[in-house]
């Protein structure tokens, strides 16, 4: 194992679990990820291979056929596969949140038609919450769902839905007035559906249009779709919870337990940087020497070290946080936030060590480059964790008197 990145305290189960992981993302991910990448293809075979190895069911309880794992296990080996390609963590992460959702919010008949099925990853899951005229302001979505007898009818366009293709569940977020008088304050009057679907694009079910993949700069490989909802009838039993009125507490919580995600995401992808930039160094040669006997080499390569393992600290921090069953909001806007931006500055400088090479397709970092953007947007700008933390700083340190 090398010396970034470590963590203190795990079981010998969590350590042979990371072990496990690192071993399938060092000889089945990093030696496709660039071809497949470039090719914009689906990672079937490592999909099938992390069924296997039950990381679909990381965290789904044992009752329901999963391993029961703390969000501090789910986290690192997603850190792990991150560092082999972050599409592939992008594939777990949705399908988690959905599971996530389920297992903390669900009635014991969701629970049962689900998470079995879930932690063999034979439902896959997907989460939608963002639609095409806002991004974090959640208030405005403008999607709904209006009860007819026994069944919902829902209505409107959602946009970024990460496995919005090849997903046979996904959790929709919508509004629905059903017994929220008018004035009702937005936040309480949204509802979590539970939509099954088939797998692909186009009309995947009556009422429902999953158009096709977006093309992205980067994060390629996993689709990421729109969902367009005309009509779609959802028996009143795929109201997640059986309850209106909750589905913006369902989805926060889900999206807390995403920035983790995202953060160790973000670690991952540092720390593959890093490997590359110090691997490099070694070998290009300048002046008569390697480049790593360069001190501004040395000074670059010291200073995307230390965000390596300070990003790591914050991600774990949080995790244990979520885990211990306390509110972690503050810990993983946190998190989010400096992982992602230093995820974003440990690529730059990998790349500017690669020099002219960086710039060419053969060599990996120019993937990576092109990778660590999303992590700025994704579950959040920086500018919305920013405002987290600040409100919850100041509820923290209110003034008394």
């Not at 071809?35 to 009752?63: C, Q, S």
């Not at 496995?163 to 007035?177: E, F, I, K, Q």
Request: glycine share 12%; charged share 25%.
């Amino acid at each position: 194992m090398p010396r970034l990145a470590q963590t203190a305290g795990l079981t010998d189960v969590q350590q042979e679990i990371l072990a496990t992981v690192r071993d399938f993302v060092d000889k089945e991910i990093i030696p496709v990820a660039t071809r497949l990448e470039h090719r914009d293809e689906y990672p079937t075979e490592i999909v099938e291979g992390l069924k296997e190895l039950g990381l679909f069911g990381l965290m789904i309880p044992e009752e329901y056929g999963g391993l029961g794992e703390s969000l501090l296990t789910y986290a690192l080996c997603v850190e792990e596969i991150a560092r082999g390609w972050m599409s592939v963590s992008g594939i777990i992460n949705t399908h988690f949140i959905v599971a996530y959702m389920l297992k903390q919010h669900g009635t014991q008949e969701q629970k049962d038609t689900f998470l079995p099925r879930m932690a063999l990853g034979e439902v896959r899951g997907a989460f939608s919450m963002s639609e095409p005229a806002l991004g974090s302001d959640v208030s405005a979505i403008a999607s709904k769902g209006v009860r007819e007898g026994e069944e919902y009818v829902l209505n409107g366009q959602k946009m970024w839905l990460t496995n919005g293709g090849s997903s046979t569940l996904a959790a929709v977020l919508c509004r629905s007035d059903e017994g929220h008088p008018e004035g009702t304050a937005p936040h309480k009057s949204m509802t979590t559906f539970l939509v099954e679907k088939e797998a692909g694009f186009g009309e995947v079910r009556p009422g429902l249009t999953i158009p096709g993949k977006i093309d992205k700069m980067g994060y390629k490989g996993v689709d990421t779709t729109e969902l367009i909802m005309d009509g779609l009838r959802i028996p009143a039993n795929r109201v997640l919870g059986g309850e209106t009125g909750r589905g913006f507490y369902h989805m926060m919580d889900g999206v807390e337990v995403g920035r983790v995600n995202v953060a160790a995401r973000g670690c991952g992808v540092a720390q593959r940087a890093f490997e590359l930039g110090i691997s490099y160094a070694q070998q290009r040669q300048t002046f008569g020497k390697p480049i790593a006997q360069h001190q501004a080499i040395q000074f670059k390569l010291a200073e995307m070290a230390t965000k390596v393992e300070a990003a790591h600290a914050m991600m774990v921090n949080a995790a244990r946080k979520k885990d211990s069953g306390e509110r972690n909001d503050l810990e993983a806007g946190m998190a989010k936030y400096l992982a992602s931006e230093y995820c974003k500055e440990v690529v730059e400088d990998a790349f500017r060590i690669h020099g002219g090479y960086g710039f060419s397709k053969e060599y990996e970092i120019e993937r990576l480059y092109r990778e660590a953007p999303m992590l700025l947007i994704g579950e959040g700008t920086a500018e919305i964790q920013k405002m987290i933390i600040g409100r919850r700083l100041l509820e923290e340190y209110r003034l008394q008197g």
